[in-house]
């Protein structure tokens, strides 16, 4: 599966931004756990949010409880990642992953598939 990231951007503290994630190739776009990390200038990537593949089931990193949401329309292959409240910290390039499986993890090692990344930027 290949991941096509988008959505990035620069934006003022307490902003909103929408990042995409659309999925292509030969599979099945339900069947994949989908993930949202992020990688902050010499930092370790870190977990954001993930969804499974009915979109029933989420889950958050604590910082990002309670101002991210994640979505997915499998219709189009694709899952989202609605940022509000931004805040300087926030500002990193954002990855969203894949993993062929019902069951969330936080682990990025365990996601095999990630997109190119798209890069928030938030000025205080």
């Known amino acids: 599966v290949q991941l096509q990231a988008s959505g990035g951007g620069l934006v003022q503290s307490g902003g909103s931004l929408r990042l995409s994630c659309v999925a292509s190739?030969?599979?099945?776009?339900?069947?994949?756990?989908m993930g949202w990390f992020r990688q902050a200038p010499g930092k370790e990537r870190e977990f954001v949010a993930a969804?499974?593949?009915?979109?029933?089931?989420?889950n958050y990193a604590d910082s990002a409880k309670g101002r991210f949401t994640i979505s997915r329309d499998n219709a189009k292959n694709t899952v989202y990642l609605q940022m509000n409240t931004l805040k300087p910290e926030d500002t990193a390039v954002y990855y969203c992953?894949?993993?062929?499986?019902?069951?969330?993890?936080?682990?990025?090692?365990?996601?095999?598939?990630w997109g190119q990344g798209t890069l928030v930027t938030v000025s205080s």
């Open positions: 992953a894949a993993r062929w499986s019902t069951v969330i993890t936080p682990s990025r090692t365990l996601y095999p598939y």
């Open positions: 190739g030969r599979t099945t776009f339900s069947s994949y756990v």
């Open positions: 969804i499974i593949g009915s979109g029933g089931s989420t």
